[in-house]
């Protein structure tokens, strides 16, 4: 019940690339194939073009003041070897590789607390202050992804609404809209991840995610079904 924010900075990802799709895809296809979507055909090129800097700077720069940390479980178990790689994105000033996770989720070893709101959400001082200017500016996003799964999955989407309803607080602070309909959101740092399933997910839910930053060889694969969705032509 979540999505995933990719951002690539000054990198090169190397692998055998999967052959384009030519088929386009339907609402009845979807279930299978997934949706993709630019945002300028939600916002038109100008605004789109600008959205998609703008998250991007602001990732950049949030990163500056508060750099991720590499993460530690087998979900991304390749990223020790692509480090190895690339050693200026490990020290810094320049430290750019890791996950941040923004929202709320279940702890699996205090699961009796409920929904708790993540260690990377909880920033105080300087730091909360360059966080919510990232989450504002995120909101363009949720906006184009909640009309792509109301289009989808209207079902769905009102089953994320009514769970987050419940779970947020005078505590929580990590909405980027005012009709947030996601609990958490993934944001990799020049680090790539393996498919998994939460124990805690929605059953039969959707995930989203969206590209960001300068990179090549990063199309959006679906290895199942050996499609690859072209992000930039």
């Not at 360059?130 to 109301?150: E, S, Y």
Request: glycine share 6%; proline share 5%; with cysteine.
């Amino acid at each position: 019940m979540g999505n995933t924010v990719d951002v690539f900075f000054q990198i090169d990802s190397h692998g055998e690339r999967a052959p384009p799709t030519s088929r386009k895809a339907t609402l009845e296809y979807t279930k299978a194939l997934g949706s993709s979507f630019e945002l300028k055909l939600n916002y038109e090129d100008k605004i789109g073009e600008y959205v998609e800097k703008a998250i991007s700077w602001n990732i950049e720069e949030y990163a500056s003041v508060n750099p991720p940390a590499i993460p530690k479980d087998t979900r991304h178990k390749d990223y020790e070897e692509w480090l190895l790689s690339n050693p200026h994105l490990c020290w810094p000033p320049w430290a750019r590789a890791g996950v941040y996770h923004w929202g709320i989720w279940t702890e699996q070893e205090h699961a009796k607390l409920g929904s708790v709101t993540t260690q990377d959400t909880n920033m105080k001082g300087h730091i909360k202050k360059a966080l919510l200017p990232l989450f504002k500016v995120m909101g363009a996003t949720t906006r184009a992804q909640r009309i792509l799964l109301a289009a989808v999955d209207l079902k769905c989407l009102q089953e994320y609404e009514k769970i987050l309803g419940k779970c947020l607080d005078d505590r929580t602070s990590f909405e980027t809209d005012e009709r947030e309909c996601f609990a958490l959101r993934a944001c990799l740092v020049n680090v790539f991840t393996k498919p998994y399933v939460d124990g805690g997910d929605v059953k039969n839910s959707w995930a989203s995610m969206y590209p960001l930053g300068e990179f090549e060889d990063g199309d959006f694969c679906i290895t199942e079904l050996k499609c690859r969705f072209v992000y930039k032509l």
